[in-house]
C-alpha cells in the first residue's frame, strides 16, 4: 500500500484503497469497480486493493474496521479524505472520485 501512496504523492493524484477480504462482499464489490463507466476516471487516481488485517498498521491509520473498504486518501498529507467512500455503486462511486480528483488538482 506504501507504494500507492508514494505514487500518488508523485503524481498528485488520489489514492483509493480497496481492503478487501475472502467473502462475497468483497468480491462483488471488486467487480463493481471493474464497470466500464469508471474507467476513465480510474486514469485519474491511483488505486491499490489490499488485504484486510484486523488490527492492521494501515487498518488502525485509516480507521477501517471491516472488509469490504473504501478509502480515499490525499496522498500530499496521506491521510484519508475526511470519510470512506459511501456508495460502491459505480455512479456514485464516479462521483465521489471526480470530485476527489477536482480537489487534488487545485493543490
Do not use: H, R
Amino acid at each position: 500500500m506504501a507504494d500507492g501512496v508514494k505514487s500518488g504523492t508523485e503524481d498528485s493524484k488520489p489514492v483509493l484503497v480497496l481492503f478487501m477480504d475472502g467473502n462475497p462482499k468483497s468480491k462483488q464489490l471488486t467487480e463493481q469497480l471493474g464497470d466500464k463507466s469508471l474507467d476513465d476516471i480510474f486514469g485519474k487516481i491511483v488505486y491499490v486493493a489490499v488485504e484486510f488485517k484486523k488490527d492492521g498498521d494501515d487498518e488502525k491509520k485509516y480507521s477501517v474496521s471491516a472488509a469490504p473498504s473504501l478509502v480515499l486518501i490525499d496522498a500530499s498529507k496521506d491521510e484519508p479524505k475526511g470519510k470512506k467512500i459511501s456508495s460502491p455503486a459505480p455512479a456514485g462511486l464516479k462521483k465521489e472520485l471526480e470530485a476527489a480528483v477536482k480537489e487534488a488538482s487545485k493543490k
